[in-house]
């Protein structure tokens, strides 16, 4: 999704950047099992992911939690 598109759809940008965040805390918390990193419009993801907890981000975004 481009910036373009990001801006029009406010929903989705708060999706999209809890899920990059969220990956990024995994990654962070784990460096041997998880490796993110930012390229440009895309994330590049090699390693294992807590889908329980990255779909829980998603969740909370769309019902407006933190």
Do not use: C, F
Request: proline share 5%; hydrophobic share 45%; net charge negative.
């Amino acid at each position: 999704m481009g910036a373009s598109e990001m801006k029009a759809r406010p929903l989705e940008v708060k999706a999209i950047t809890g899920v990059i965040e969220e990956l990024e805390r995994q990654a962070a918390e784990n460096p041997s099992k998880l490796k993110v990193r930012r390229d440009g419009d895309k994330i590049i993801v090699d390693g294992e992911i807590d889908v329980d907890a990255l779909v829980m981000v998603v969740v909370g975004s769309m019902a407006g939690g933190p």
